[in-house]
Nanobody
């Protein structure tokens, strides 16, 4: 049974930083692509960042240059470093494990507000 557990969300002021973590269990972590998605109220879930098994990264245009995705295969963990946060980054952030089937975490709330 694959489980993804996110942590690191919270309330931060505009311009601030947060780091999200996602610990995966129940599968061989290193072979799967991992990623982060987010869903704001009234909006569809959207891709934020992806990282392949070889650590190639992809970013949504709205976060490129501000967010960094990374993975530590020894710790079965994927991270999302979020800098220069904006109010429009407010959303529930979900960890994602690609593959067949794919898996999702339960989500962690990120609120950017003054």
């Amino acid at each position: 049974q694959v489980q993804l557990v996110e942590s690191g969300g919270g309330l931060v002021q505009p311009g601030g930083s947060l780091r999200l973590s996602c610990v995966a269990s129940g599968s061989v972590f290193s072979i799967n692509p991992m990623g982060w998605y987010r869903q704001a109220p009234g909006k569809q879930r959207e891709m934020v960042a992806l990282i392949t098994s070889s650590s190639t990264t992809y970013y949504a245009a709205s976060v490129k240059g501000r967010f960094t995705i990374s993975r530590d295969n020894a710790k079965n963990t994927v991270y999302l470093q979020m800098n220069s946060l904006k109010t429009e980054d407010t959303a529930v952030y979900y960890c994602y494990r690609g593959g067949t089937p794919d898996y999702w975490g339960q989500g962690t709330q990120v609120t950017v507000s003054s």
